[in-house]
């Protein structure tokens, strides 16, 4: 489902055009479980796993594609091909949940790697870590950043900055819960032109951020629960 997004807090309306909400029976089930503060850390990775399949389907439906010859057994038709060079971006660590089933439903898919915590006084993204392919030419570069939980939305803002400054013009960001307050940063950010290469998928808008800075109801810490910590 994309749609105009129109949502009120505070007071104040914010608008996201390119906010995908995804639907699903399965991605609500596993959510559940997810969000349950009883769920085993073991449970809680398979859950994230499973979902992870059909966030990366939602996010490779607007990936560009060419035409290709193909020879069935009885005739030559026109098929297709993925023209893009994707390249999953998981912010470490918890992103990396996600990756599974972006490599697996498209096994040509470039990993790499972007290392943030948030700072948990200031809740400010710190940058520890990046690797990147060096690609010249950038205009069929399409990169899916991976992360579980936009917050106050710093990570992922700090992110597609970095992204848009190295001349990449297709971003997606493929999450599994977001605030209120994260979507609205990331809109008060770029500007109109900006958000055209900007699209955001999750499986949930969850109530608003608490006092100190989780998504609320949300389901704790991602990493922490992800790996154990
Ligand atoms: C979490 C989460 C996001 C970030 C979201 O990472 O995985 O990357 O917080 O918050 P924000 O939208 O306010 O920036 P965390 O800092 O806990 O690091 P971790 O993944 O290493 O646990
Ligand atoms: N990071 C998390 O892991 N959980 C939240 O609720 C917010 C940021």
């Known amino acids: 489902m994309r749609m105009n997004f129109f949502y009120n807090i505070n007071f104040k309306i914010f608008f996201m055009k390119n906010l995908k909400i995804i639907k699903h029976p399965l991605v609500a089930h596993y959510l559940s479980i997810m969000r349950d503060k009883n769920t085993k850390q073991v449970d809680f990775k398979s859950s994230l796993d499973k979902i992870s399949y059909i966030l990366a389907a939602e996010a490779y439906a607007s990936v560009a594609t060419e035409n290709k010859?193909?020879?069935?057994?009885?005739?030559?038709?026109?098929?297709?091909?993925?023209?893009?060079?994707?390249?999953?971006?998981?912010?470490?660590?918890?992103?990396?949940?996600?990756?599974?089933?972006?490599?697996?439903?498209?096994?040509?898919?470039?990993?790499?790697?972007?290392?943030?915590?948030?700072?948990?006084?200031?809740l400010k993204p710190v940058k520890y870590y990046f690797r990147f392919p060096k690609v010249k030419d950038k205009s069929d570069l399409n990169v899916i950043i991976l992360d579980p939980m936009i917050a106050t939305g710093g990570s992922v803002i700090f992110t597609i900055e970095y992204l848009l400054n190295m001349g990449i013009k297709k971003i997606s960001v493929a999450s599994l819960l977001c605030a209120p307050e994260g979507i609205n940063a990331i809109n008060n950010r770029f500007n109109r032109s900006e958000k055209k290469f900007i699209e955001i998928i999750t499986c949930s808008l969850d109530e608003k951020l608490n006092e100190i800075g989780y998504i609320v109801p949300g389901l704790g810490d991602a990493g922490d629960r992800m790996f154990g910590t």
């Open 69 to 122: 010859t193909v020879n069935t057994p009885f005739k030559k038709i026109n098929g297709t091909k993925i023209k893009d060079k994707i390249v999953i971006l998981p912010i470490l660590r918890a992103g990396l949940g996600l990756t599974n089933g972006f490599v697996e439903l498209y096994p040509e898919v470039i990993t790499s790697h972007i290392g943030i915590y948030r700072d948990e006084e200031s």
